[in-house]
């Protein structure tokens, strides 16, 4: 277990690198270009920049979450050759850095999806929240005023300029179903894949969030069928998940244990999170305890022990904390907790070997 903690730039975080390095055991850091607009090639000069400053921490900069994904590729619309091309073309320049594994999604218009980003837990913190009524009543472009008036930063896969253009991406839309959906990424995989393997890039898909459609746009990453299928669009090592227990964890019907056992080892890259499901479908996300939440975490993480675990792991969202003032789901003490929690079942598991 490789752990790492997610981190969104020098002007672009609340959180220092300098904390990041008093919470034990954190080896590297998930980086990103956060402020290159999706579908342009991260070149060589501001991939330096980025993967130095890092380093100069003591930390390694092997993952990258997200290189995202051009619409017009979900889309399968005439401009995707174009737009894969230059994907290839960041592949490379990132492996020139030593970049191990590329998280990506392949979500419609939306990434992941709350509609309260600071709800209340009975303990007094506040966490992302997903009301199932709220979302199916809403009109889309109301869910983008909510995640805008959230943060101050903007979030990735929510980008002004794409949400600008949301009316006209549902349009486009209405012609992909689920099937069309598997067939352009498909496409895409086929095309990056060998460039990918060449440059010794591990891709792990990143489940959708939520696992299930919403506003009517096909969502297919959401099961354990939907691994089963990724998986048999190539056998390439480079063809991998990022393994997200509270995204497909907020579907009852996948048994994140169980899950772990059968694909860790197609996972270069684990998110591990807890979220606590209600009966009406709506979750709430909780520390990382098991007892905290639905998802059984100590035995994912017993999971990853018994096969020797040897991806990276990183804390995925966390609870604002303490009065923090933080990106949504991304400050510094519960996801060091979380670390903490991750760490300990680990060694525990360790030691009983
Ligand atoms: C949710 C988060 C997401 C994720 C992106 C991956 O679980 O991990 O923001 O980073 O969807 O592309
Ligand atoms: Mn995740």
């Known amino acids: 277990m490789n752990m790492t903690f997610r981190w969104y730039g020098r002007d672009n975080d609340t959180v220092t690198l300098d904390q990041v390095k008093q919470i034990p055991n954190v080896k590297g850091i998930v980086w990103a270009l956060h402020a290159k607009p999706v579908g ?59 970049v191990k594994v590329i998280c990506y999604n392949f979500m419609p218009v939306f990434d992941w999806t709350r509609t309260d980003m600071y709800h209340p837990l009975p303990d007094g913190s506040t966490a992302l929240f997903y009301e199932k009524a709220k979302v199916e009543g809403l009109d889309p472009q109301e ?70 459609p919403i506003f009517g746009l096909p969502r297919i990453m959401t099961s354990e069928a939907s691994i089963k299928r990724l998986l048999s669009i190539s056998d390439s090592k480079s063809n991998g998940l990022t393994f997200c227990t509270g995204s497909l964890g907020a579907n009852p019907l996948n048994n994140m244990v169980d899950l772990a056992s059968k694909y860790a080892r197609y996972s270069p890259f684990a998110h591990i999170r807890n979220v606590k499901i209600f009966d009406n479908g709506d979750f709430i996300e909780t520390s990382h305890l098991t007892s905290d939440g639905s998802i059984d975490i100590t035995n994912v993480v017993k999971e990853l022990s018994s096969i020797e675990y040897e991806g990276y792991v990183r804390p995925d969202h966390g609870r604002h904390l303490w009065g923090e003032k933080c990106r949504p789901g991304y400050g510094l003490y519960d996801r060091a907790l979380g670390i903490m929690y991750l760490h300990g079942l680990w060694d525990a598991y360790k030691a009983s070997k």
């Not at 921490?57 to 979450?65: I, L, M, P, S, Y």
């Not at 737009?83 to 320049?93: L, S």
């Not at 959906?181 to 496409?187: D, I």
């Open 40 to 98: 342009e090639v991260w070149e060589l000069e501001e991939i330096r920049s980025e993967v130095e400053y890092i380093q100069s921490f003591g930390f390694h900069a092997d993952v990258v979450e997200s290189v995202n994904i051009h619409e017009s590729i979900k889309l399968g619309n005439s401009e995707r050759d174009q737009y894969i091309e230059k994907y290839k073309e960041t592949i490379r320049n990132l492996s020139k850095f030593g």
């Open 143 to 212: 869910l983008v005023q909510t995640v805008s008036e959230a943060s101050d930063l903007t979030l990735p896969g929510w980008e002004p300029e794409k949400m600008a253009r949301i009316g006209e991406l549902f349009e486009a839309y209405k012609e992909i179903d689920e099937e069309r959906l598997w067939e352009n990424l498909s496409y895409f995989l086929q095309a990056i894949l060998p460039v990918a393997e060449e440059c010794d890039i591990r891709m792990g898909i990143h489940p959708d969030d939520p696992p299930w």
